[in-house]
């Protein structure tokens, strides 16, 4: 997914949405992560982007939850 659109579409989801989103990600990162460790020609590239997804989210998560806490 190109930078802005993951973010719009990110921004767009409710809480429960990004929390299974993270859940997705963090799986399709360590199932990554294991290939890595099997293939040598594995791209590390791939990982960063994951990782880099991984904190868009929980950043939206933390923004979700201080809205929903101040309401």
């Not at 791209?43 to 309401?71: D, T, W």
């Amino acid at each position: 997914m190109k930078s802005k659109k993951e973010l719009e579409f990110l921004r767009s989801l409710e809480y429960q949405d990004l929390v299974n989103e993270l859940r997705k990600t963090k799986k399709e990162y360590f199932d990554n992560k294991l290939k890595m460790n099997i293939s040598p020609d594995f791209k590390p590239h791939l990982l960063s982007l994951l990782r880099k997804k991984i904190a868009r989210i929980k950043y939206f998560l933390s923004i979700k939850k201080n809205k929903e806490v101040k309401e």
